[in-house]
């Protein structure tokens, strides 16, 4: 997976229709999500789309697992995991995931309808996180 700084620095020379082909693609390069992990406990609530996000340990770095039955919506999440993807748990439990994608501004570049559940899937991550670093 490309780190989020490599991500933005692509997306910032693109526009339009250019951001959305960047982010089907993203949401390409995701790592397949066994189709058992997709339940009912691993989806984020609050989404246009279906969104499943699982975590897995490695050593002390989280890895997850994403997957969205839409192609825009799968990069969002695509986004979102960048951000995270294999740093420590109690790392990714105190990081401003927000923050960190506020260079892509989703708001202004996608409707409302395809960023309203990007605040729950930063909540579902960064739960994920902290349980993982308490233990």
Not at 40 to 56: E, F, H, I, M, N
Not at 74 to 96: F, N, S, W, Y
């Amino acid at each position: 997976m490309r780190s989020l700084d490599d991500i933005a620095e692509e997306y910032e020379f693109l526009e339009g229709d250019e951001r959305y082909r960047l982010l089907i693609e993203l949401g390409r390069e995701l790592e397949e999500m066994p189709a058992a992990l997709k339940t009912d406990a691993t989806l984020v609530r609050g989404c246009s789309a279906s969104v499943w996000v699982y975590p897995t340990e490695q050593g002390e770095r989280l890895h997850f697992l994403a997957d969205s039955n839409a192609a825009i919506t799968k990069g969002i999440v695509a986004l979102v995991i960048a951000a995270v993807q294999d740093r420590p748990a109690e790392e990714v439990a105190r990081m401003d995931i927000a923050a960190a994608l506020e260079p892509f501004d989703l708001r202004n570049q996608l409707s409302s309808n395809r960023t309203q559940g990007v605040p729950n899937m930063i909540a579902l991550v960064k739960q994920h996180a902290a349980r993982i670093a308490a233990a």
